[in-house]
Structures are given as structure tokens and as C-alpha cells.
Nanobody, 124 residues
Framework: VQLQASGGGLAQAGGSLRLSCVVS????????IGWFRQAPGKEREGVSC???????TYYADSVKGRFTISADAQHTVYLQMNSLKPEDTAVYYC???????????????????WGQGTLVTVSS
């Protein structure tokens, strides 16, 4: 099981970025995929989650209405980030867990598999 996150970069406040998480070794229909972020000096926090290729989605209050999570048929999960704010600056990670084992979608300890991070920097 592997996850590969990409799409980070530099954006201005109010701008947009789209992150991708490509998974291998499994298909999305049995897994929940979460996006998490960690800013310097802060704990990792849950951003969003999608289960079973889109059956359910979850968002942190801080990103509701601005971020959208989606998935293609089998291997890629996207995080569309609009109206970016400087406080969105962080390293973003995607993670996976069998969806039937998931209790709290935005809690990092629930997830078994992690990809490397991709850095998002939002300038004011």
C-alpha cells in the first residue's frame, strides 16, 4: 500500500491549488482517504476525508466551503483548495484506512498508511 501526494506550491491569499493523492496497492472503494496538514510548531490536524470513492465526505470547520474532496474511480483523491488563506500554509499529507475500521475521520491516529507530504505556502 502506497500513497503519493503532490500538487503543493506557492499561492497568493484568495488563490487556489489542487492536491492529488495517488494510491497503489489497493482500490479506493474499500478505503477512507484523509487529508491532514501540519504547520511548523503545530500538531497535525485533519482537513478532510472521503470514504468508499465518495460515499461520504467530511471537512474540518476551518476549511468548510473552501475545500472540496473528491475521488476518481479507483486510484486518485483530490483536494481542491479555493480561497486560500495564509493560515492554510502547511505540509499536507494523505492517509488511508479501511473504511469499516474508521471511527473518527479527521483523527490522524485512525489511519494506517501515510504518504509523504506536499508543502503548501500561501502568501498574504
Amino acid at each position: 500500500v502506497q500513497l503519493q501526494a503532490s500538487g503543493g506550491g506557492l499561492a497568493q491569499a484568495g488563490g487556489s491549488l489542487r492536491l492529488s493523492c495517488v494510491v497503489s496497492g489497493f482500490t479506493l472503494d474499500r478505503y477512507a482517504i484523509g487529508w491532514f496538514r501540519q504547520a511548523p510548531g503545530k500538531e497535525r490536524e485533519g482537513v478532510s476525508c472521503i470514504t468508499g470513492s465518495g460515499a461520504s465526505t467530511y471537512y474540518a470547520d476551518s476549511v468548510k466551503g473552501r475545500f472540496t474532496i473528491s475521488a476518481d474511480a479507483q486510484h486518485t483523491v483530490y483536494l481542491q483548495m479555493n480561497s486560500l488563506k495564509p493560515e492554510d500554509t502547511a505540509v499536507y499529507y494523505c492517509a488511508a484506512v479501511l473504511w469499516e475500521e474508521l471511527n473518527d475521520p479527521l483523527v490522524a491516529s485512525e489511519y494506517d498508511y501515510w504518504g509523504q507530504g506536499t508543502l503548501v505556502t500561501v502568501s498574504s
